[in-house]
């Protein structure tokens, strides 16, 4: 489904910040919470390099810590910026759906 795709990339990051900013997760818990939100077409391995562009934005921090089930993990974590931006994208979000909403149901005319 291609065209989800596109619309997603706009918002996605938003989504990220929203899950990250409940705590502390490592990518594929994250790639778990997207899928139990409805997000059906994102892998593990497409989020790392999400979470390695807002890392370097400023947006996330991380740290690697043991893991009881393998190798160590990276956690990612919400930086005073990243909450920042994901204010601002609440803010955009609400303006966005209440503009499609108008469009589709009619009821800005």
Request: aromatic residues 10%.
């Amino acid at each position: 489904m291609a065209d989800s795709t596109q619309m997603l990339k706009g918002i996605l990051d938003g989504c990220i910040l929203s899950i990250i900013e409940e705590g502390e997760i490592y990518g594929y818990e994250l790639a778990e919470k997207l899928q139990s939100y409805g997000f059906q077409s994102f892998s593990e391995g497409s989020i790392y390099p999400l979470l390695l562009r807002m890392q370097k934005e400023g947006l996330v921090s991380s740290v690697q810590r043991k893991s009881t089930a393998g190798p160590k993990r990276k956690y990612y974590s919400l930086t005073e910026a990243g909450q920042t931006e994901l204010e601002q994208f609440i803010g955009r979000w609400a303006e966005l759906k209440q503009s499609v909403d108008a469009v589709i149901t009619k009821g800005g005319q």
